[in-house]
Each structure stands twice: as structure tokens, then as C-alpha cells.
DNA sequence: GTTCCGGGTAAGTGTACACTCACTTTCGGC
DNA sequence: GCCGAAAGTGAGTGTACACTTACCCGGAAC
């Protein structure tokens, strides 16, 4: 067996646990697969973290904090407030094919709220979340460019809720999911809607 | 112990199984649980159904019908199309106090969608809910009350989304969630974009 | 080459789980 | 009251699971 020095080795399960967690749920994937998709046995595991629950946990954590990290990269270096909230919307990684698999992590966590644990580092990711999205917010109405029509809070909340349920039914992968005959994306709407009529 | 005709314990079970499935999640809830919260033993679930997975399925399907003739009840009367809408939007049971316990089911089936069965029976629930709101949107927009900025289409996959969005995050009982400072809702928000501006 | 530290494995453990089976009990009809 | 059908129970089963233990081995430093 190839040996890892214990840093790499620890990142690399996060890494493989974070496939099967996205796909399987918690209770879903086994010490036994995690293992196994790392191609190491299960002790190993044990040796990085406490319990399962604590790989879970790690990795709602680092999937939040890098979600956020994404995001903020694709929209860096928009010249214009408004290019930046298009951006911000067009390409979130809570539901653009890159970053959706991964951030089913996080729904999938909130099936788990029963942990208070989980629970706990929802409550941070969330509240991360909505305190970024409101910063870009503010910052796209005070330039003047977009509708300052709703508040800054009030609009983050919504754009959480769109991602989120956005995240939860695209993997059900139904034909016709978010758009209509014309080909408009509910992206598309949003845009509209975010940087709407002053 | 107190006997109930066949078809009586399978709607009992059905009903106690609702709510502990929608707090714990499918794996979450023990047939041992599901039991107890019914008063009988085990071995009743399988006169009733042939597998935990089965009961789970019967529950997708009874809990999307239900959600769709409680929203159908609740618009019923109303005289005006803006007003139907209103409550469309206002007393939607997939976020409500009352209805969005019970709807958490479906919620958590879409952390299933693994199993097959489960998949199919989730596409049946979305795919008439939106032909649902569809209808009810197409019946606004022709009344020339409300905008038809937007496809009916596409408009209720966003009144999905943001259902389903508000549905995953709801539980964890966020203070100020899905609110703003001067206390707008994001239900009222959604109203307003919904009976917008001609 | 040897030693030692730390990464790794094979085998196992006790418990929980979905489900079964043999038997019991209830209740309505006669 | 008796009988039979159907609803119900107690005890159990085999398997899967998260986690542990004793031991092995790779690789760097000397």
C-alpha cells in the first residue's frame, strides 16, 4: 500500500468521502465504502477522525467554506457591479454542474438536523452564506446599477432558498428541470429579477 | 391490545409513520420506532405493507397527492384570479406551519433518490405538482391581473424551488430566517414579483 | 544495514436492524 | 357458546454496521 503522510492522507479521504457522502447521505455510506474508495481499511479512517460523524462534520465545514470560496473567485474580477451580481447569480456554485455534486453535502446534511452537531455547523455555513451573499448585495444597490426594490437580507434569503431547492431536485434529473419551451432558464429569471426596474 | 380493521391500521400506520419518517429520514426511523409510535408490534408493518421501502413509497405518493389538494382547497374560493394567486403563493403547504411537517417527507425522499422506486415516485409528485401550479399560473396570467412576464412554466419551477428551498431550511430554526429586519417575508417578496408589474 | 516512528492491515466485536415464524387473542356470525 | 377468520404478540434470525485490537511494514534518519 502507498503510504500518505498524515495531512495528505486526511485530505484525501475528505476528498472520496465527499463523493459518496453527496450521493449516499450519511447513513448511506458505509465506514466500510469510505474505505474503501480511499483504498485503505477502515481503521484508517479512525486514525484521522473520532467517528464517522466527525468526517461528516469536517466536511460540511470545508464544503461551506469552499463553496463561498468559489464563489467569491468566479466573481473577483467583474468590472462592474452589475457584471459582478450576473456573475454572482450565473454562476453559483450551490447549483452550477461544478459545484452541485459537492454541495449536496450540505443538503444532504439537512436531512441529519436531528444531530445537534450537524446541526451547529449548518447553522455556521448558513449563516456565512447569507451574510457574503447580502455583502454582494449591498454592493451591487449601492452602485445604483441594480433595483434596490428589496432589501439586501431579504433578497439573500431568497437566493439561499433557490439554490438550496434548485440543489435538491436537479439530481432527480427530470427532463424539462428549471426551464421552459422556450429554453429560459430560471437563472435567466433571477438575473432579471435581481437587477431589475429601478 | 385494541384491533382495528385492516384498512383503518394501514391508514394509522401511514399516519404515525409520516411523522417520524419526515423527522428522521428513511434510514433515520426504525421499523422498531414506527411500531412503537403506532402502539402495535413489528411484525404488523409487513400485514400492511411488504417492506419498510413500500410504506416509505405510499407515503411519497399520499403526502404529494395531499399537498396538492390542500393547496387546491385553499384557493378554491377565492373570487379574483390576483386573489387566487395570492393565496397560492400565501398558503402554499409545502412551507406552511401546518403542511410543511408532514411534506418534510418528500423532502427527505429526495436524499433516496438512489433507490429507483423512490426516484419514480418523486418525478410522479414533481412533475404533477408543476402541471398543478401551471395551471393555476396560466389561469392568472389569462385573466390579465397578473404578470406574464415569465412563462407559467417557468414560474412555477421557481414557486417549486423556493418551496422546497424554504422546506430544507425551515427546521433549523434560524433566527431571522427567511425575513428581513423591517420583517418583510420572503413570502411577500415572492408575491409581489409574482403579481408584478404589467 | 539498522532502528524507530508512524502509517497500514486482518481479524474481530457487540449491537442494531429489517424481517420472519409459531403461536395467541379478538371479535363477529351463527 | 362455539368457531373461524383475521388481527396481534413474543421470540428470534442473519446480516450489516461503526468501531477496536494486535500486529505488520514502509521509509527516513543515522
Known amino acids: 500500500m502507498r503510504r500518505l503522510p498524515a495531512a495528505e492522507r486526511r485530505e484525501q479521504l ?26 485503505v481499511t477502515e481503521p484508517i479512517i479512525y486514525r484521522h477522525f473520532a467517528s464517522k460523524r466527525d468526517l461528516f462534520i469536517a466536511l460540511i465545514d470545508r ?4 463553496t463561498i470560496r468559489l464563489w467569491e473567485q468566479h466573481i473577483a474580477d467583474a468590472k462592474e457591479p452589475a457584471e459582478r451580481l450576473r456573475r ?26 436531528h444531530d445537534e ?11 456565512a452564506l447569507h451574510k457574503f451573499l447580502c455583502g454582494e448585495v ?14 439586501p437580507e431579504i433578497t439573500s434569503w431568497l437566493l439561499i432558498h433557490l439554490g438550496l431547492g434548485y440543489g435538491v431536485l436537479a439530481p432527480l434529473g427530470m ?24
Chains 1, 2 share one sequence.
Do not use: C, W
Open 14 to 39: 475528505l476528498d472520496t468521502a465527499a463523493r459518496l457522502f453527496a450521493e449516499r447521505g450519511y447513513a448511506g455510506a458505509t465506514t466500510a465504502e469510505l474505505a474503501k474508495a480511499a483504498g
Open 88 to 113: 454572482l447569480i450565473g454562476v453559483n456554485p450551490m447549483v452550477s454542474p461544478k459545484g452541485r455534486g459537492v454541495y449536496r453535502i450540505i443538503v444532504q446534511a439537512m436531512m441529519e438536523i
Open 117 to 127: 452537531k450537524i446541526l451547529a455547523a449548518l447553522d455556521r455555513h448558513i449563516a
Open 63 to 66: 464544503t461551506g467554506a469552499e
Open 138 to 151: 449591498v454592493r451591487a444597490q449601492e452602485s445604483g446599477q441594480v433595483s434596490n426594490r428589496f432589501s
Open 175 to 198: 427532463p424539462g428541470h428549471a426551464r421552459d419551451t422556450t429554453g429560459m432558464h430560471v437563472r435567466d429569471v433571477v438575473e432579471q429579477l435581481m437587477l431589475g426596474v429601478k
